[in-house]
């Protein structure tokens, strides 16, 4: 079965930026299509960014296009997620999985397997 563990998460300055990465382990980890979510404290968990498994399709969320990127290296095991612009309302725990469902591109939680335990992410204003 495949773990995921995030890191990179921390506090940042509004307008400033983190590197997210989520290192899978397993052999099958560059046939998976991943996901990037993100769950405030009394909010729902959110979709933020997925990414097919060959890394030509990349699918985010209307609150985060043109600030975030995400990206993969098949090579390491490895996605990532750029947060550029950082602003307070990004502030959340960041978890990956991988997308399971056939739905996947739409970013439901309900398409998506083996949650990591998720990195913080603050943003102070």
């Known amino acids: 079965q495949v773990q995921l563990v995030e890191s990179g998460g921390g506090l940042v300055q509004a307008g400033g930026s983190l590197r997210l990465s989520c290192a899978a382990s397993?052999?099958?980890?560059?046939?998976?299509?991943m996901g990037w979510f993100r769950q405030a404290p009394r909010k729902e968990r959110e979709f933020v960014a997925a990414?097919?498994?060959?890394?030509?399709?990349?699918y985010y969320a209307d609150s985060v296009k043109g600030r975030f990127t995400i990206s993969r290296d098949n090579t390491k095991n490895t996605v990532y997620l750029q947060m550029n612009s950082l602003k307070p309302e990004d502030t959340a725990v960041y978890s990956c999985?991988?997308?399971?469902?056939?739905?996947?591109?739409?970013?439901?939680?309900?398409?998506?397997?083996?949650w990591g335990q998720g990195t913080q992410v603050t943003v102070s204003s």
């Open positions: 397993g052999r099958t980890f560059p046939r998976y299509n």
């Open positions: 990414i097919s498994w060959r890394g030509d399709s990349t």
């Open positions: 999985a991988i997308g399971s469902g056939l739905g996947w591109q739409n970013g439901r939680p309900a398409d998506f397997a083996s």
